[in-house]
Structure formats: C-alpha cells, structure tokens
C-alpha cells in the first residue's frame, strides 16, 4: 500500500510539472483558449450551483433564455462537477474548479492505469510506466481544451474492477474482494457516463470488446457446456449492478433523447468523415509540444487539417506496446489471454473508427462521436496497457540476463535505471510546459454590471449585445456565461455544442442595434420576460464613439429602453415592456 501510494504521489508532481504554469494561475486562467475552456467552466458552475439549490431543473440551464432543457446542448459534466463540487462550494471560483478537475484527470488516469497494469503484471514498474503513458499521453496533452476527452481517468478503474471480478473462478460463496470489485464496477461505469457523452461512448466500447472477446475465448474452448454455470454465474453477479446502473443513467439520457433530432439536424454524418484521421496525422504532434512540435509542423499543413488531427501516439510508447503484443502467441486459441486479447482488439477497433467514419453506422453508440478522430482516446488506453506488458516483459528479460552474467549483480539497482529512462522517455514525448493559458480573471473581479445584477432580487432575463452567433467568433459568449455565475439570471446569450436556429434568427434582427428592427425585437423579448439589456460598447459590432455621440440617445429615444446606469464601457438598461 506504501509503494502505491509514493506512486500516486509521484503523478501529483509529474502533474504540476507538465503542466506549469497552471499551478500558479488556478483560478484566473485556463489551460488553452477563451473557447470550450470558458465554456466548460460555466458548466461546471451551473451543475454546482443547480445541484444545490435545484436539482430538479440541472438541465434547466440559464442560457439561451426562454428555451428549457438547454444543458443538454453540450457535455453536462455531471461527473466532474461531484467530483469538484467541494472545491466549488468553499471558494466559490469556477475556474478553480474547472483547473482542479483538469489536473484530477491526469493523476487519476495515471493512477488508474497504475492500477489496472499492476494488476496484470504484479510489477509496480511496468505499471508505473503504463500510468506515465496513458496519462501524459502526447495525445492527451494536445487535447488540453477539450475536458470531455481528458476526464476520462475511470476507463481504466473500469477495466481494473472489470477484469478483477470477471476473471476469479466461480464459486459457492463469493469472496469479499471479489463483491467490493463488482460493487467498484457500476460506480466507475456511472462517473464515467455522467462526466460525458465520449467517456460513455469510450466505456461501452470497452465493455463491448471486452464480453466479444471473452465469448471467443469461450467458444474456442469448446466447453460450451462446462462453462455455462460459469458464464450464468457471471450473469447473475453482472445483472442486479447493470440494472441499478441503467436506472440511475435514465434521468441525464432523457433530456438528450428530447432534443435528439434537433443534435443530428445540426450535426449531420455527411460531416464525420471530414474530421476522420489520417496515417498522417498520427504523426503530427501539437505544435506546443516542445520536443516534437516543430519537426512536426509539415503534417499539420494538410488540407482540412484541424487541432482535432493532432494524433502524434508518441515514438517510445508505440514500440513498448509492440513489444507487449509479442508477449503471448496470438490467436483465439488456449494460449490466448482474454485480457491482453482484449487490449489488442482494443487497438484494432480504436484505430479502424478514428480512421474509417462509415464504420460508426455498425456501432449505434459511436455515432455520438461528432469527431471520428476523437476515438483515439481508445488508443492512447490500449497503447498505455500494451506499454506496461512491454515494460514487464523487458524488466523480466532484464532481470534473467543480469542474473545469469553475475549471479551477485544489483540487479535491482539496473532495473531501476532502465524504469528510469523509459519513464523519462515516456514523460518527455509529450512535454509542453510552459503550456499555454489563457487569462479569463476571477469571477470577483468581473466588471460591475455583473455585481449589480447580482444585487437584484426579481431575477429577471438579461440580453447582452453584441449577440455573437456562429459562423461569427462566438468567444464572447463563453466569457458572458460565465459572468452569469455572478448573478445566475436567464440569459438571452448562450455558447454551447449546439446553437438553436432561434439564436441565429434574433442575431440579425440585432446586428444593426439601435435601429427599427433591433428595437422591435427588444420589444418581443420583453414580451417574454426580459428585463435588463446590456450593452458592451467597444466590442465588434458596436463602435465606442458612435455609441456614445449618437446611437445611445437614439437608443434611448425609442421609448423602449431606461438608461440605469453605466460601469465603464457597459451600459445598462431596462427594456420597457409594451
């Protein structure tokens, strides 16, 4: 248990390390960019703030007022949000949270993968350096804006309890160990589906290959009728946890089976194989990445190449799970090992559906998948598996060769250095410290608007122009959400995976704020309940001089608005209602 945990000690730091300077910036700045971060942010705020007020409405959120159910529009977070919810709650920092959940991910993937290798092999080492490969993944790191791909650190505790509880040997009475294992299953299964759609789609895969390849195993033994019981026997075991699981899973599906056909309106699979990978790509690192992001740069030049392509596995993992393939004689056959079948099968599904998006109509689940590349995550799990066998069998050989030369040789101590060099290896495939951050500031430290809204107790719906819906940057918006946190008023304003045609329909009645039409759609808002407008003058859309000598009092001669107040560059109104 001691050396366990200098292990997970060890991926603390190794964590800080990769990803300074972010240890210094926790709750001002985010890893990336003002895009999914900022968004992902709010998310995180609004699941804390609506799972301790109103549980009952968490997908009820404030965005795009006066639609319901608008959480569901992208990744809820749910998983993550428990996770940081006491990090929420005492500090209050949305940004905090969202940096702690960001930094929980890698040192729980690289403690889980720990676990699942050490399982396997029973040789700390090797599965230290599995949990170095998974977690600093050069993948994962060029993935940074994306949380939905990073927390993603239950797969492998899946695959520990998982293989833990199916691979004992039926008996009468089952054991404590292996009912605390079958208890652990369906609790990793539920945090990985309630963090996000991709981690449910990367689990039921897993799962899928997983009971496909043990059902070989079975069927090449030719034992049909010997194992039965067995296979009964798990089957029981398996039954009452998946239908609790199922259960508990209804409340987050439902409200995406309600906007169902709006997502695959929006989302079409005529587009998935634009974002599909290619050989290349599995070549071209981040361009952040400071050992192989330059000598890189070509790949990354290809026609409709996107950060989404950016699938550089790295050069030492790859050829560590190699050596782990050749650790058994592959086939379905008595010598096959159902778990090492299942990595390597693993391998084989991950590549062909980041590389080939017609497979995705076979699998009804993989068509959540917007972004085929995105499978990769598969990969960077099998390689970390297949790594750690490698590690084994190369620590194993080690060992035999030193011992046979000097029979009074350190052995250990020549071990040791070879972990060392293959951890460091391994570490610095996917080395990007200093990693990029962007500022966003505490949410305290919000421009005053925001306070003063909070200060009001009707709780009214607020519009903040400029309106900023796509093809135009959306960017502002994020920001805007998660100046919402202040206050938690509705919100006109929304930034999320899907963007109502209602939005885009009210962006050109007030693109040309304060005229006729503008004024007229205001109007309509407060028909709805809008109260509070405010304007941002200075950004695109709304020039700072023109709006102070002469659109204000245009604005304000229409009779439809009441000037309250202003706080620096934003103005503040109330829409008079008709």
């Known amino acids: 248990m001691k050396r366990h945990l200098v292990a997970l000690l060890a991926f603390i730091a190794l964590t800080i390390v990769a990803t300074h300077p ?3 910036h926790l709750a001002d700045s985010v890893p990336g960019d003002v895009g999914d971060p900022v968004l992902n942010s709010y998310i995180l705020a609004w699941d804390t703030h609506a799972l301790v007020s109103d549980p009952l409405h968490l997908f009820d959120a404030n965005i795009f007022y006066p639609l319901p159910n608008t959480l569901a529009y992208s990744e809820n977070l749910i998983g993550d949000a428990l996770l940081a919810l006491p990090i929420a709650l005492l500090t209050g920092e949305p940004l905090l949270a969202y940096n702690f959940t960001f930094l929980a991910s890698f040192v729980l993937a690289a403690f ?3 676990l699942f290798v050490f399982q396997l092999t029973r040789n700390r080492r090797a599965a230290f350096a599995a949990g170095l490969a998974f977690a600093f993944a050069p993948y994962r790191l060029a993935s940074l804006a994306h949380i939905q791909l990073l927390t993603v650190q239950w797969l492998p505790l ?5 293989v833990r509880g199916l691979s004992s040997v039926p008996r009468s009475t089952l054991r404590a160990s292996d009912q605390f294992h079958w208890m652990l299953l369906p609790i990793f299964v539920w945090l990985q589906v309630a963090s996000s759609l991709h981690g449910a789609a990367f689990a039921l895969l897993m799962i899928s290959v997983f009971v496909v390849v043990r059902m070989l195993r079975f069927a090449y033994a030719s034992r049909i009728t010997h194992h039965a019981p067995r296979i009964t026997h798990h089957a029981s075991r398996i039954a009452i946890p998946s239908l609790i699981l199922m259960l508990s899973l209804i409340p987050l599906a439902l409200p995406y089976l309600a906007i169902l056909d709006q997502l695959r309106a929006a989302r079409t699979p005529e587009a998935a194989p634009s974002f599909a990978a290619m050989p290349s790509d599995f070549f071209a690192a981040a361009p952040f990445n400071r050992f192989f992001g330059s000598v890189t740069a070509p790949l990354r030049t290809r026609d409709g190449f996107t950060e989404e392509q950016m699938l550089f596995m790295g050069v030492v993992a790859p050829l560590l799970a190699l050596l782990g393939l050749g650790r058994r004689r592959w086939g379905i056959g008595p010598a096959l090992n159902v778990v090492e079948g299942w990595v390597g099968a693993l391998l084989i599904v991950g590549l062909l559906l980041a590389t080939q998006p017609l497979l995705t109509t076979l699998i009804p689940f993989a068509s ?11 990969l960077t799990f099998a390689l970390a598996a297949l790594c750690g066998l490698g590690v084994s069998k190369l620590l194993t050989a080690q060992t035999r060769r030193t011992q046979s030369a000097f029979v009074f040789a350190p052995f250990a101590s020549a071990q040791l250095i070879l972990l060392c060099l293959l951890a460091l290896a391994l570490y610095a495939e996917a080395f990007s410290a200093p990693m990029p951050l962007a500022r966003i500031g505490f949410l305290q430290a ?6 003063y809204l909070a200060r009001q107790s009707d709780h009214a719906a607020v519009i903040e122009l400029p309106l900023n819906v796509a093809p135009d940057a959306e960017f502002p918006e994020g920001k805007r959400m998660y100046a919402s946190a202040l206050h938690w008023h509705p919100l006109v304003n929304g930034y999320s995976g899907y963007t109502p045609a209602r939005q885009m329909t009210l962006s050109l009645r ?3 704020f304060p005229d006729d039409e503008a004024i007229a759609a205001l109007r309509d808002l407060a028909r709805e309940g809008v109260r509070y407008l405010i ?3 200075g950004e695109p859309g709304i020039p700072r001089r023109d709006w102070v000598q002469v659109n204000r009092a245009r604005a304000l001669n229409s009779g439809a608005l009441t ?3 202003s706080f620096d560059d934003n103005d503040l109104f109330i829409i008079n209602a008709p």
Do not use: C
């Not at 899946?158 to 998982?162: F, G, R």
């Open 22 to 24: 972010l240890w210094q």
């Open 112 to 114: 889980g993968m720990y």
């Open 158 to 162: 899946i695959a520990w309890s998982m």
């Open 368 to 378: 959540i998948m917007r972004v085929p590349a995105r499978w990769a995550v598969v």
């Open 446 to 451: 919000q421009t005053g608007v925001y306070h």
């Open 510 to 512: 007030l693109k040309n």
């Open 535 to 537: 304007v941002h003058s």
């Open 563 to 565: 000037f309250v107040q």
